[in-house]
């Protein structure tokens, strides 16, 4: 399949996604459907970054319709996380259970509050001609630079991962490894773009980027929690809140010494792919 046409497929079941999860956004029931919505938008901008080479500016409106839209989810889906996260914890906090309770029924509130939010957001008419944006930009998709293919989108994601990792200070910022994260996202789905039609290295590559994605993203989970639960702490929660400090502390400290090894299996992964 050419180049073009499976980015727009790849494109096209993002928007599906975006359309099939919304009823479950909207209901709240199982946070699992603000994921999978939050996915498929960031999916599209991800690759509607690496085929900028071969479509030029033909996406960028929607680029920003779906930058807006990220935004105006993150808060909420941060907070799925957080307590979820806490729940997990929280048993192994006796006798300090009560002040985890205290902590979660605080953010618990400001979900229910960001949520509302939330669900006036989709009934705007912004929201609306975003997906009628996304449906016409497909059918009018073509390609202005025909001598970019998709591996070669794939190979510009990683050289970029590859410098921002090698630019990291020995003791990187929590911002540097966030940000090294976002390229971590880019070049996984670059090289899952590229595997439609490069095969299986590039799955495997791809697999191996969703590694390094996941370890930073458990560091960047724990320096939500630890910022978040400071934030809330009352008298009666000092101790329990003093704990999943020290918990998201360690949890951080571990996926820093994880980054390495992630590291070179991309790397081991990216020669089998480009040889």
């Known amino acids: 399949m050419p180049a073009i046409d499976e980015l727009r497929a790849r494109l096209e079941r ?10 479950g956004v909207r209901d709240g029931a199982d946070p699992e459907d603000l994921h999978r919505f939050r ?18 500016d033909q996406l960028a409106a929607l680029d920003r319709e779906l930058r807006w839209l990220g935004s105006a989810t993150g808060p909420v889906r941060d907070l799925d996380v957080l307590i979820g996260r806490l729940r997990k914890l929280q048993p192994s906090l006796e006798p300090d259970q009560a ?23 989709l ?13 016409e930009t497909m059918s009018g998709l073509h390609v202005v630079q025909h001598r970019v293919s998709l591996e070669q ?3 510009k994601e990683l050289r970029r991962l590859r410098d921002g990792y090698h630019d990291l200070d020995k003791h990187p910022s929590d911002e540097d490894l966030h940000a090294l994260r976002i390229r971590a996202k880019h070049a996984r789905y670059s090289a899952e773009l590229a595997a439609t039609t490069g095969g299986e290295r590039f799955s495997d590559l791809a697999f191996a980027l969703s590694d390094v994605q996941d370890v930073i ?17 009352r008298e009666e929660a ?6 999943i400090v020290e918990r998201e502390r360690t949890r951080r400290k571990k996926a820093r010494a994880a980054l390495p090894a992630a590291m070179k ?9 480009f040889g």
Do not use: C, K, N, W
């Open 99 to 121: 002040g985890v309770e205290s902590i979660i029924a605080a953010l618990e509130l400001e979900r229910l509050e960001r949520r509302d939010a939330l669900v006036a957001l």
């Open 153 to 155: 989108l794939a190979r």
């Open 123 to 135: 009934d705007t008419m912004r929201y609306r001609e975003l997906l009628d944006r996304f449906a």
């Open 14 to 23: 993002q928007l599906s996604e975006l359309e099939r999860s919304e009823p």
């Open 238 to 243: 000092r101790l329990a809140a003093g704990r």
């Open 217 to 233: 993203g458990a560091h960047q989970d724990a320096v939500v929690a630890e910022q978040r639960v400071r934030s809330l702490v």
């Open 39 to 56: 996915v498929a938008a960031r999916r599209s901008r991800a690759m509607i970054r690496a085929s900028r080479p071969l479509v030029r």
């Open 265 to 273: 299996a991309v790397e081991r992964r990216a020669t089998a792919a």
